[in-house]
């Protein structure tokens, strides 16, 4: 068994990969300052001897001794991650200093989570690990953009100038439970908006694309990740190929909820992909056949059956 430190581990994903992690029984320390993540996310894991939460930022060194880190602990959706973007920035980089500094000491394997926002408003569809993305360095987005792309940097030279065993992932939009209801991503706004008979807001005209992956098969992935041998270091695409119109979502949405809810047009904020879609060629090869198990429609279904028994 091993000892695991997960970064960011009370957040939605960082919840569900602990999940995983103490089932199999590692020894897993979930490390949080609870900024989008919460203690709720986890509560559940507290009882089992082999699961300890510790409050920490990882923009301040930490000591443990471990075997692996997977490093997540980074606010992912746009309205947080821009309600402080100086911070938001120092999270990415700083923490993955932190983070790779414990690797590199203790010698451990660490793994990023990345982020397809590394490939930016992308002219190359879909999108593969080859592709070097089209960001802006200026804008609203780019201190989540840039903060990760320049953490992948700093695993790749970790990796060439001190020999730290190093893995990258780049996840494409992720929904399901424990999705934090109020952090303004698509999937979750428009589940809570037509449960309440809200209008569910579209930003532009909904042509827009986005491909959404379950949360299970993401750990799935992860977890194949790290297990690979220490040649492999990706980037690798994580994600579910299934594209859809933001519109599409929306309509899934009602007809899955039985909502009456209207569907309504609001301003496209500024740098807004028009359209994602991942190439997962090399996930599929390095990781043992792996791919999305879970479609959109199946996904939603449990997805919404999670908010239903929160919000209602
Ligand atoms: P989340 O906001 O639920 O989780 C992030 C966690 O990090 C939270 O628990 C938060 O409290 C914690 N955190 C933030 N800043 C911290 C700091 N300075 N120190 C310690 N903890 C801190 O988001 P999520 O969707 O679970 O995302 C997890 C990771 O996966 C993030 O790194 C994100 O960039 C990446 N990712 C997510 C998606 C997605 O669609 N959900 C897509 C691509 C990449
Ligand atoms: N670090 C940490 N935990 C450790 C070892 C290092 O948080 O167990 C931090 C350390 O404080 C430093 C960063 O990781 O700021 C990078 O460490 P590295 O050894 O690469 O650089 P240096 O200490 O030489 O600046
Ligand atoms: N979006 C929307 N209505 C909402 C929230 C988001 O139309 O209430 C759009 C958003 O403009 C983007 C897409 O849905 O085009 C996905 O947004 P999200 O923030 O979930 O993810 P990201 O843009 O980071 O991929």
């Not at 973007?85 to 923490?95: A, C, E, L, Q, R």
């Not at 893995?167 to 494409?172: D, E, G, H, N, P």
């Not at 309509?251 to 994602?276: K, M």
């Amino acid at each position: 068994m091993k000892r695991v430190l997960v970064t960011g581990g009370a957040g939605f994903i960082g919840s569900h990969l602990c999940e995983r992690l103490v089932s199999e029984g590692h020894d897993v320390i979930c490390l949080d300052n609870y900024f989008t993540g919460s203690k709720r996310n986890v509560m559940h894991l507290a009882g089992c001897g082999n699961f300890e939460m510790v409050r920490h930022d990882v923009t301040a060194p930490y000591y443990a001794e471990v075997d692996e880190i997977y490093n997540l602990a980074c606010p992912a959706s746009p309205i947080h991650y821009q309600y402080n973007p100086i911070k938001t920035t120092k999270t990415s980089v700083m923490g993955a200093i932190n983070m790779l500094g414990l690797a590199k000491r203790v010698k451990a394997r660490i793994l990023q989570a990345s982020t397809s926002e590394v490939y930016g408003d992308p002219d190359v569809h879909p999108q593969p690990e080859s592709y070097w993305g089209s960001v802006n360095p200026v804008g609203i987005r780019s201190c989540y953009d840039e903060g990760k792309r320049c953490a992948e940097t700093l695993f790749m030279d970790y990796r060439r100038q001190n020999g730290v065993r190093i893995k990258i992932v780049r996840i494409f939009n992720t929904y399901g439970p424990r999705m934090n209801p109020d952090d303004g991503r698509v999937v979750s706004n428009f589940i809570v908006q037509a449960l309440r008979g809200e209008d569910i807001t579209i930003y532009g005209d909904g042509s827009q694309t986005r491909s959404f992956q379950y949360v299970s098969d993401l750990v799935e992935g992860m977890v194949r990740m790290m297990d690979t041998p220490d040649e492999v270091t990706g980037p690798v695409n994580i994600g579910n190929p299934g594209e859809f119109t933001i519109l599409e979502l929306a309509s899934l949405i009602r007809e899955l909820t039985g909502s009456s809810s209207r569907i309504v047009f609001r301003p496209l904020p500024s740098d807004d992909p028009r359209q994602r879609r991942p190439d997962i060629g090399l996930a599929g090869e390095l990781l043992g056949g792996w791919r999305p198990e879970i479609q959109l429609r199946e996904g939603l279904a449990r997805t919404i059956a999670y908010f239903e028994s929160i919000i209602r």
